[in-house]
């Protein structure tokens, strides 16, 4: 698996709330990314990071802000969440430049209410 | 734009059964082709390609690639109920330089 957690696995909120969600490795991996898996879209990038304090955004980053302070954590925060955030979000961390391969978290399952 | 196309996006077999499945990219800046297995949880990695033509194999499951026709297949002999899954195709590249994945097929196997 990879070395990664996330926290919290389940999440109910109302809309208008601030969510952080958090993802902890703890394989030294340089990249991290945020993905959001809906039915019918497969999976999408919302933001990655290719080290300490270094982040960009992906396909879906409207709405969603990152944070990596730490190698092992990297944060994705809706800052006020929608009804249209409800997704399963996974984590994935990758090894180093030379490696493709991402490895995944066992996701967020996040309800916005 | 960079797409990355699966097909079909479900499939039902009965055990038994050889199945392939299909996926097609149109990416830029394409470094590698990447298969996962989705049950009820995370994707977990399958095969990574990079060259043309090299099948990978991992017991009854088996993949090629084929960069001259941008397309890879992932074919699973004698499937067995454990086999029902989503797969997932996904390409390297893009102008950010990372994975951009398909929908994914849905496989059910029968008993």
């Known amino acids: 698996d990879a070395g990664i957690t996330q926290s919290p696995r389940h999440k109910v909120t109302e809309t208008g709330t601030p969510v952080t969600l958090r993802c902890h490795q703890t394989?030294?991996?340089?990249?991290m990314y945020w993905y959001r898996q809906d039915p019918g879209h497969g999976l999408r990038l919302i933001h990655y990071?290719?080290?300490?304090?270094?982040?960009d955004k992906g396909e879906v980053s409207d709405g969603y802000s990152v944070s990596r302070s730490k190698t092992e954590d990297f944060l994705l925060t809706l800052e006020s969440a929608t009804s249209s955030q409800t997704s399963v979000y996974f984590c994935?961390?990758?090894?180093?430049?030379?490696?493709?391969?991402?490895?995944f978290g066992p996701g967020t399952r996040l309800t916005v209410l | 734009e960079d797409k990355v196309v699966q097909s079909p996006l479900s499939l039902v077999v009965h055990e038994g059964d050889t199945v392939t499945l299909n996926c097609s990219y149109e990416?830029?800046?394409?470094?590698?082709l990447l298969w996962y297995k989705q049950e009820k949880k995370a994707p977990t990695f399958l095969f990574m390609l990079?060259?043309?033509?090299i099948e990978k194999k991992s017991g009854r499951l088996s993949s090629i690639l084929d960069k001259k026709e941008l397309f890879s297949i992932l074919n699973i002999t004698a499937t067995q109920t454990g086999d029902s899954a989503i797969y997932l195709c996904?390409?390297?590249?893009?102008?950010?330089?990372?994975?951009?994945f398909g929908k994914g097929t849905k496989l059910s196997v029968k008993p």
């Open positions: 994935a961390a990758r090894r180093q430049d030379y490696t493709d391969t991402q490895y």
């Open positions: 394989e030294n991996h340089r990249y």
């Open positions: 990071s290719y080290g300490v304090k270094d982040t």
């Open positions: 990416v830029t800046n394409f470094r590698s």
């Open positions: 990079t060259s043309s033509g």
């Open positions: 996904a390409a390297y590249g893009g102008s950010q330089g990372n994975l951009i």
